[in-house]
């Protein structure tokens, strides 16, 4: 079985730009969550979405945003990029979003903001 | 609120030493689910186990074996004889219906350097 896959896996940007990554969970799996870790701040949960829906949501400021499509695939959306933003962005997915589920990860989006 | 502690920052053996990484977790849930994660260089988290909160028995898969003890709130992961390709940041991980969902707390990390 495939793994989570993520597109692109590199990406540079500049401050005020906005940024869409993609992510395509494991096959069968409907519960997809994003993950923003940077060196001072660790890894943080930014939403999960199950079945097109936001389930969950992290303490991220609203230009983070993201959304689901029927055949599971998540984008992630940031808008007017910040020095800060810099960051590896993971997606995980499992097979129902519930807490007793392993959560499988993909490569990442390394993104830099300049 | 749920949290995750691990108080080792970095760690760093001669090949073949056997390795104890901490993890001490809070949580008001009676019921939990507690994870390990590794973290190669390339950046990919890659799963190493999963334990729920009434399951105390200690684990091991061949050089790791995992020390869950509810009493303390730890969940520590050792590696005997390590090598070199187990240089890697290794994270604990916390989940429960305290957060609902699946949504993991992570915590800080511990960068295990494995030198030949």
């Known amino acids: 079985k495939a793994g989570v896959t993520q597109t692109p896996r590199y990406l540079i940007k500049t401050r005020g730009q906005q940024v869409t990554l993609s992510c395509s969970p494991i096959?069968?799996?409907?519960?997809v969550s994003w993950y923003q870790q940077t060196p001072g701040q660790g890894l943080q949960f930014l939403f999960e979405?199950?079945?097109?829906?936001?389930?969950n949501k992290g303490n991220f400021p609203g230009r983070f945003s993201g959304r689901q499509f029927s055949n599971s695939r998540s984008e992630m959306n940031v808008s007017t990029l910040e020095l800060g933003d810099s960051a590896l962005y993971l997606c995980?997915?499992?097979?129902?979003?519930?807490?007793?589920?392993?959560?499988?990860f993909g490569p990442g989006t390394r993104l830099l903001v300049l | 609120a749920q949290k995750v502690t691990q108080a080792q920052t970095e760690i760093s053996v001669v090949e073949k030493e056997d390795v104890t990484l901490d993890c001490v977790y809070e949580t008001r849930d009676t019921t939990y689910y507690l994870f390990w994660y590794k973290q190669p260089p390339s950046g990919e988290l890659v799963f190493l186990i999963r334990r729920n909160s009434f399951d105390e028995q200690n684990e091991i898969s061949g050089r790791y074996s995992w020390n869950f003890q509810k009493s303390t709130s730890s969940f520590n992961f050792t590696i005997t004889a390590s090598q070199v390709v187990d240089s890697a940041v290794y994270f604990c991980a916390l989940s429960g219906k305290e957060t609902s969902g699946s949504r993991l707390t992570f915590g800080e990390g511990t960068q295990l350097t494995v030198n030949p």
């Open positions: 995980a997915s499992s097979l129902g979003g519930v807490s007793q589920e392993t959560q499988y």
């Open positions: 979405y199950f079945s097109e829906t936001q389930r």
């Open positions: 096959s069968g799996h409907r519960s």
